[in-house]
């Protein structure tokens, strides 16, 4: 019987994105703009957690300043973020909520100025982070997750 | 250099500074008559405004400066499709100062960004009208002697009215302010003024519908218009828009020194029958709008004018 298991190779710089919830994972490419990135990037998704029952991992080889991987916060801050050098685990950053959000969700307030004006960034500040409540930096309106 | 993009950009004491400003130039017209000569106001008013556009113009002429702008978006090169950037780029080549009015919010913040002059936010969308506010306070002030220790009926157009939002957001600044809201379920305040300005800032205020319950407890009555442009459905408009009309007899249950305010254009909201009677200011008020705009413009240029 062949057993059901996937092997990903081991990064010698980069990043490993841990915990992600299952299902999640294409998101998170999509906000770091990965498919920008010309570097190595694997995704795993469904892998089996003990603590989640499934959960996706991302594993992205990059020079550490290439990811700005702050928007992390925003999107789950339950995410576990390995920072590796030398295949190792050097150390795990703490997630906190970003105070700025730029280009990465928008506005979606008919009435904003971002609706129309060419090339302008959609910036959301953080307002309460108790709520975690965004504003947009134009209009004001709420950002309402999904 | 400084812009005005919200009422909350001054502080309370720079407040004071601009309305005493405002009162001189009143009390003493002809000594601010030359402050501005040589310079030049640029009105950009991408959306149709009467009373905005020609107080700010009334301003500067006043202060003996000049200006030049257009009225609406199709008189101005945003019908060739150009930008507000490279707009406001191209008009601090020409001007010292500029009021703008856009429908879109947050659009005069994008002018200050890229603008070389100073810039006041005639008006972007339902989000804020500061100068409108500066108008209310020094109405108030002027009037009351005070802008503490003072109940404020807001109604009307309390979801979309944007005079009311920030005149709550530059009133709960102050020491002993109760609002009473009076409004239909339909245009109730939003609930984060509610919440992130009242009840974050331990504001009295109770909710109403009906006008009379409220005319009693009042110092000051702002009535607002319903904004036909706020609604993207005309019926919403029609089934509103004549929920209050405040007449005389609605003001025999009132105070005999309450003040009845309103940011103009009024429609039916305030019958004709109220013009007359010495509590209704909303006339005053919009003279008071042109002295605080013309304590704006010498601010923002700083301008000094000595005795």
Known sequence: ?146 | MRHLMSPLDFSVEELDQLLDLANDIEKNPAKYAHACAGKKLATLFYEPSTRTRLSHEAAMLNLGGSVLGFSSAESSSAAKGESVADTIRTVSCYADIAAMRHPKEGSTMVAAAHSSIPIINAGDGGHQHPTQTLTDLLTIRSLKGRLDHLTIGLCGDLKFGRTVHSLIQALVRYENIEFVLISPEELRLPSYIRHDVLKRNNIPYKEVVRMEEALPDLDILYMTRVQKERFFNEEDYVRMKDFYILDKAKMELANKDMLVLHPLPRVNEISVEVDDDPRAVYFKQAKYGVYVRMALILTLLNISVED
Not at chain 1, 51 to 69: R, T
Not at chain 1, 98 to 120: A, D, F, G, H, M
């Open chain 1, 1 to 146: 019987m062949v057993k059901n298991t996937l092997n990903i190779g081991r990064i010698s710089e980069g990043f490993v994105l841990d915990h992600i919830q299952a299902g999640k994972s294409m998101d998170i490419y999509k906000y770091l703009r990965l498919d920008k990135l010309d570097c190595c990037v694997a995704i795993i998704k469904n892998a089996r957690s003990n603590k989640m029952g499934k959960k996706d991992i991302i594993k992205i080889e990059c020079p550490l300043e290439m990811i700005d991987l702050d928007i992390l916060g925003f999107i789950d801050h339950n995410i576990t973020i390995n920072i590796i050098e030398n295949e190792t685990v050097v150390r795990k950053k703490a997630l906190t909520l970003p105070k700025e959000i730029r280009n990465v969700i928008r506005c979606k307030n008919p009435r904003c100025i971002t609706s129309i004006e060419q090339e302008l960034d959609h910036v959301f500040i953080l307002t309460d982070p108790e709520r975690e409540e965004y504003r947009c930096k134009y209009c004001e309106e709420k950002y309402q997750r999904k």
